[in-house]
């Protein structure tokens, strides 16, 4: 008797807690809300990248992709990015890739940046769509900057990376300002990834090639 | 024989009991339903869309209530009353079909759905102008003023919406914002594969398709963010492509669009001219 009514008081603690479970899920899902302010402390940070057409190692060595210079001015391969909270970050692209075009034209304003992009050295308003050949884009900071590319009949161009000043390359400057902590995806929304259908598959859909995170940190 | 009609009588005796547990748990809970969960159904209330979707939330609701307390009460009741004693080897009561429950549950069922269906189709058609689904290039369930809706083109991309506003030399923008009291056409496509545009507080939902103008119509009431989301797996992104849109006031809704159109003057001459479908152009832009 005493065996049945642990049972029955089990199996409804059980169907309790499922329910319990759900309504909680429930009401999480329908109750999130995105962030909308941010500070700003004054820290200041660089950040130098190069973009490739073709990365020359590991399992997809003919995909473009993105380098990120250590802070011992080594070139190394990755898109996970470290950056502090509140803070300006200044970022520098060696653009070595050459143009493919925008899909969407409206992404060849900068947007989302302190003061306006510089192309070699020239503050630039806006970019030609069609001279776009990546875009460094973090839509939930909202910040998106077109990376021109380099001319089509460039001479000594760079076929593998990493490259060098001594190569064919655009160089593209801009700053940003970080807000609180946490982690962002960064993209390109350029269809850069030759071969694959519409432009947009294998290095346009991984992270470690055109894909990427932004480590906030606090 | 007696042996059988002394359990089947205790059967009898119990469903009254069931019967009138359920009643007074129906009385209490339909109410309650209604009128303190229902006003916290989703989606909500930001548009007319919105509001005809949350009554029919809290109908469904409503009707449900009674249905899933008569297996809660027949279920909580069995454990308690019919389980096994531990020195009872005997058989349960034969089970027989009962004619009068089987007809009665017949047209209840069928009353119920017909009646869902009446009033489904009328929100559809009338009263919300097509719920706020994407209704395909060719509405058929259309405003009344739909004529001077406010046309915006929502425009799916791998991994973030743009929007573009027609009637204002075709300016595109990363953020949406909408006027209240105001009949807005959006017309939905993609440039790359499929999306589908899920603006939940407003209760728009609506597929991006490449090349597919897909035109849903909400009429937004009250001020406040709403949530965009995609609701087709699009690729890698798909989780992030999240962003919050806002209901504002007439005279902020023209504020904003001065102030996007003096930020977008200079890639204004850059964009495409207004098409009611969004494909690359020239075709190198497709990769």
Same mark, same amino acid.
């Given at each position: ?26 009401? *999480? ?28 190692i590991g399992p997809h060595p003919d995909w473009v992709s993105y ?44 947007? *989302? ?35 021109? *590319? ?54 346009m859909q991984s992270v470690g090639y055109m894909d990427g995170y932004l480590h906030v940190?606090? | ?287």
């Amino acid at each position: 008797m005493r065996s049945g009514s642990t049972k029955l008081v089990a199996v409804l603690v059980a169907v309790a807690f499922s329910a319990a479970l759900i309504a909680y899920y429930i009401a *999480g899902y329908l109750s999130v809300r995105p962030a909308e302010t941010t500070s700003w402390s004054g820290k200041r940070v660089s950040l130098t990248l190069q973009t490739v057409a073709s990365l020359g190692i590991g399992p997809h060595p003919d995909w473009v992709s993105y380098l990120v210079k250590d802070s011992s001015g080594h070139w190394q391969h990755s898109t996970v990015l470290n950056v502090p909270a509140n803070s300006l970050v200044h970022v520098t692209v060696l653009q070595y890739d050459t143009a493919t075009g925008l899909r969407n034209p409206y992404w060849g304003g900068p947007r *989302g940046i302190v003061g306006l992009m510089k192309v070699d050295g020239k503050p630039t308003p806006t970019l030609d769509p069609d001279l776009a050949s990546h875009t460094f884009a973090i839509p939930d900071l909202g910040v998106s900057v077109p990376l021109k *590319g380099v001319a089509d009949d460039a001479k000594n161009q760079c076929s593998v990376a990493p490259c060098t000043l001594a190569q064919a390359h655009t160089t593209i400057s801009f700053t940003f300002r970080t807000g609180k902590a946490g982690t962002y995806r960064w993209q390109c929304f350029v269809p850069c990834a030759a071969g694959f259908i519409l432009g947009f598959g294998g290095p346009m859909q991984s992270v470690g090639y055109m894909d990427g995170y932004l480590h906030v940190v606090a | 024989m007696n042996a059988f009609r002394e359990p089947v009588a205790r059967l009898s005796s119990e469903t009254r009991r069931i019967f009138l547990i359920w009643l007074v748990l129906t009385a209490i809970a339909v109410p309650l339903v209604v009128l303190v969960l229902g006003p916290h159904l989703p989606p909500g209330r930001m548009s007319a869309e919105a509001a005809a979707q949350t009554d029919a939330n809290v109908l469904l609701t409503a009707l449900c209530t009674p249905i899933v307390l008569l297996l809660a009460v027949q279920f909580g009741y069995s454990l308690i009353a019919f389980r096994a004693r531990p020195d009872d080897l005997t058989d349960g009561p034969p089970v027989h079909g009962h004619g009068p429950t089987q007809v009665v549950w017949l047209v209840v069922t069928s009353a119920v759905v017909l009646a869902l269906a009446v009033w489904g189709s009328y929100t559809l058609i009338v009263s919300g102008h097509g719920a706020g689904g994407g209704q395909g290039p060719n509405p058929d369930a259309l405003p009344k003023n739909a004529a001077e809706a406010l046309q915006v083109q929502v425009i799916g991309q791998q991994w973030n919406w743009t929007f573009r506003f027609p009637a204002y030399k075709g300016i595109e923008t990363a953020q949406l914002e909408l006027p209240a009291g105001t009949d807005v056409e959006l017309h939905v496509t993609s440039l790359d594969v499929a999306h589908s545009f899920w603006a939940y507080q407003l209760g728009v939902k609506a597929d991006a398709i490449p090349g597919v103008d897909n035109v849903a119509f909400v009429h937004p009431r009250k001020l406040g963010n709403f949530t965009i989301r995609c609701a087709e797996l699009c690729g890698l992104w798909h989780g992030h492509m999240y962003q919050t849109g806002r209901v504002v006031s007439s005279a902020d809704f023209k504020r904003w669009l001065t102030a996007q159109q003096q930020a977008e003057a200079g890639n204004l001459k850059y964009l495409p001219p207004y098409s009611r479908d969004y494909f690359p152009e020239p075709l190198r832009r497709a990769g």
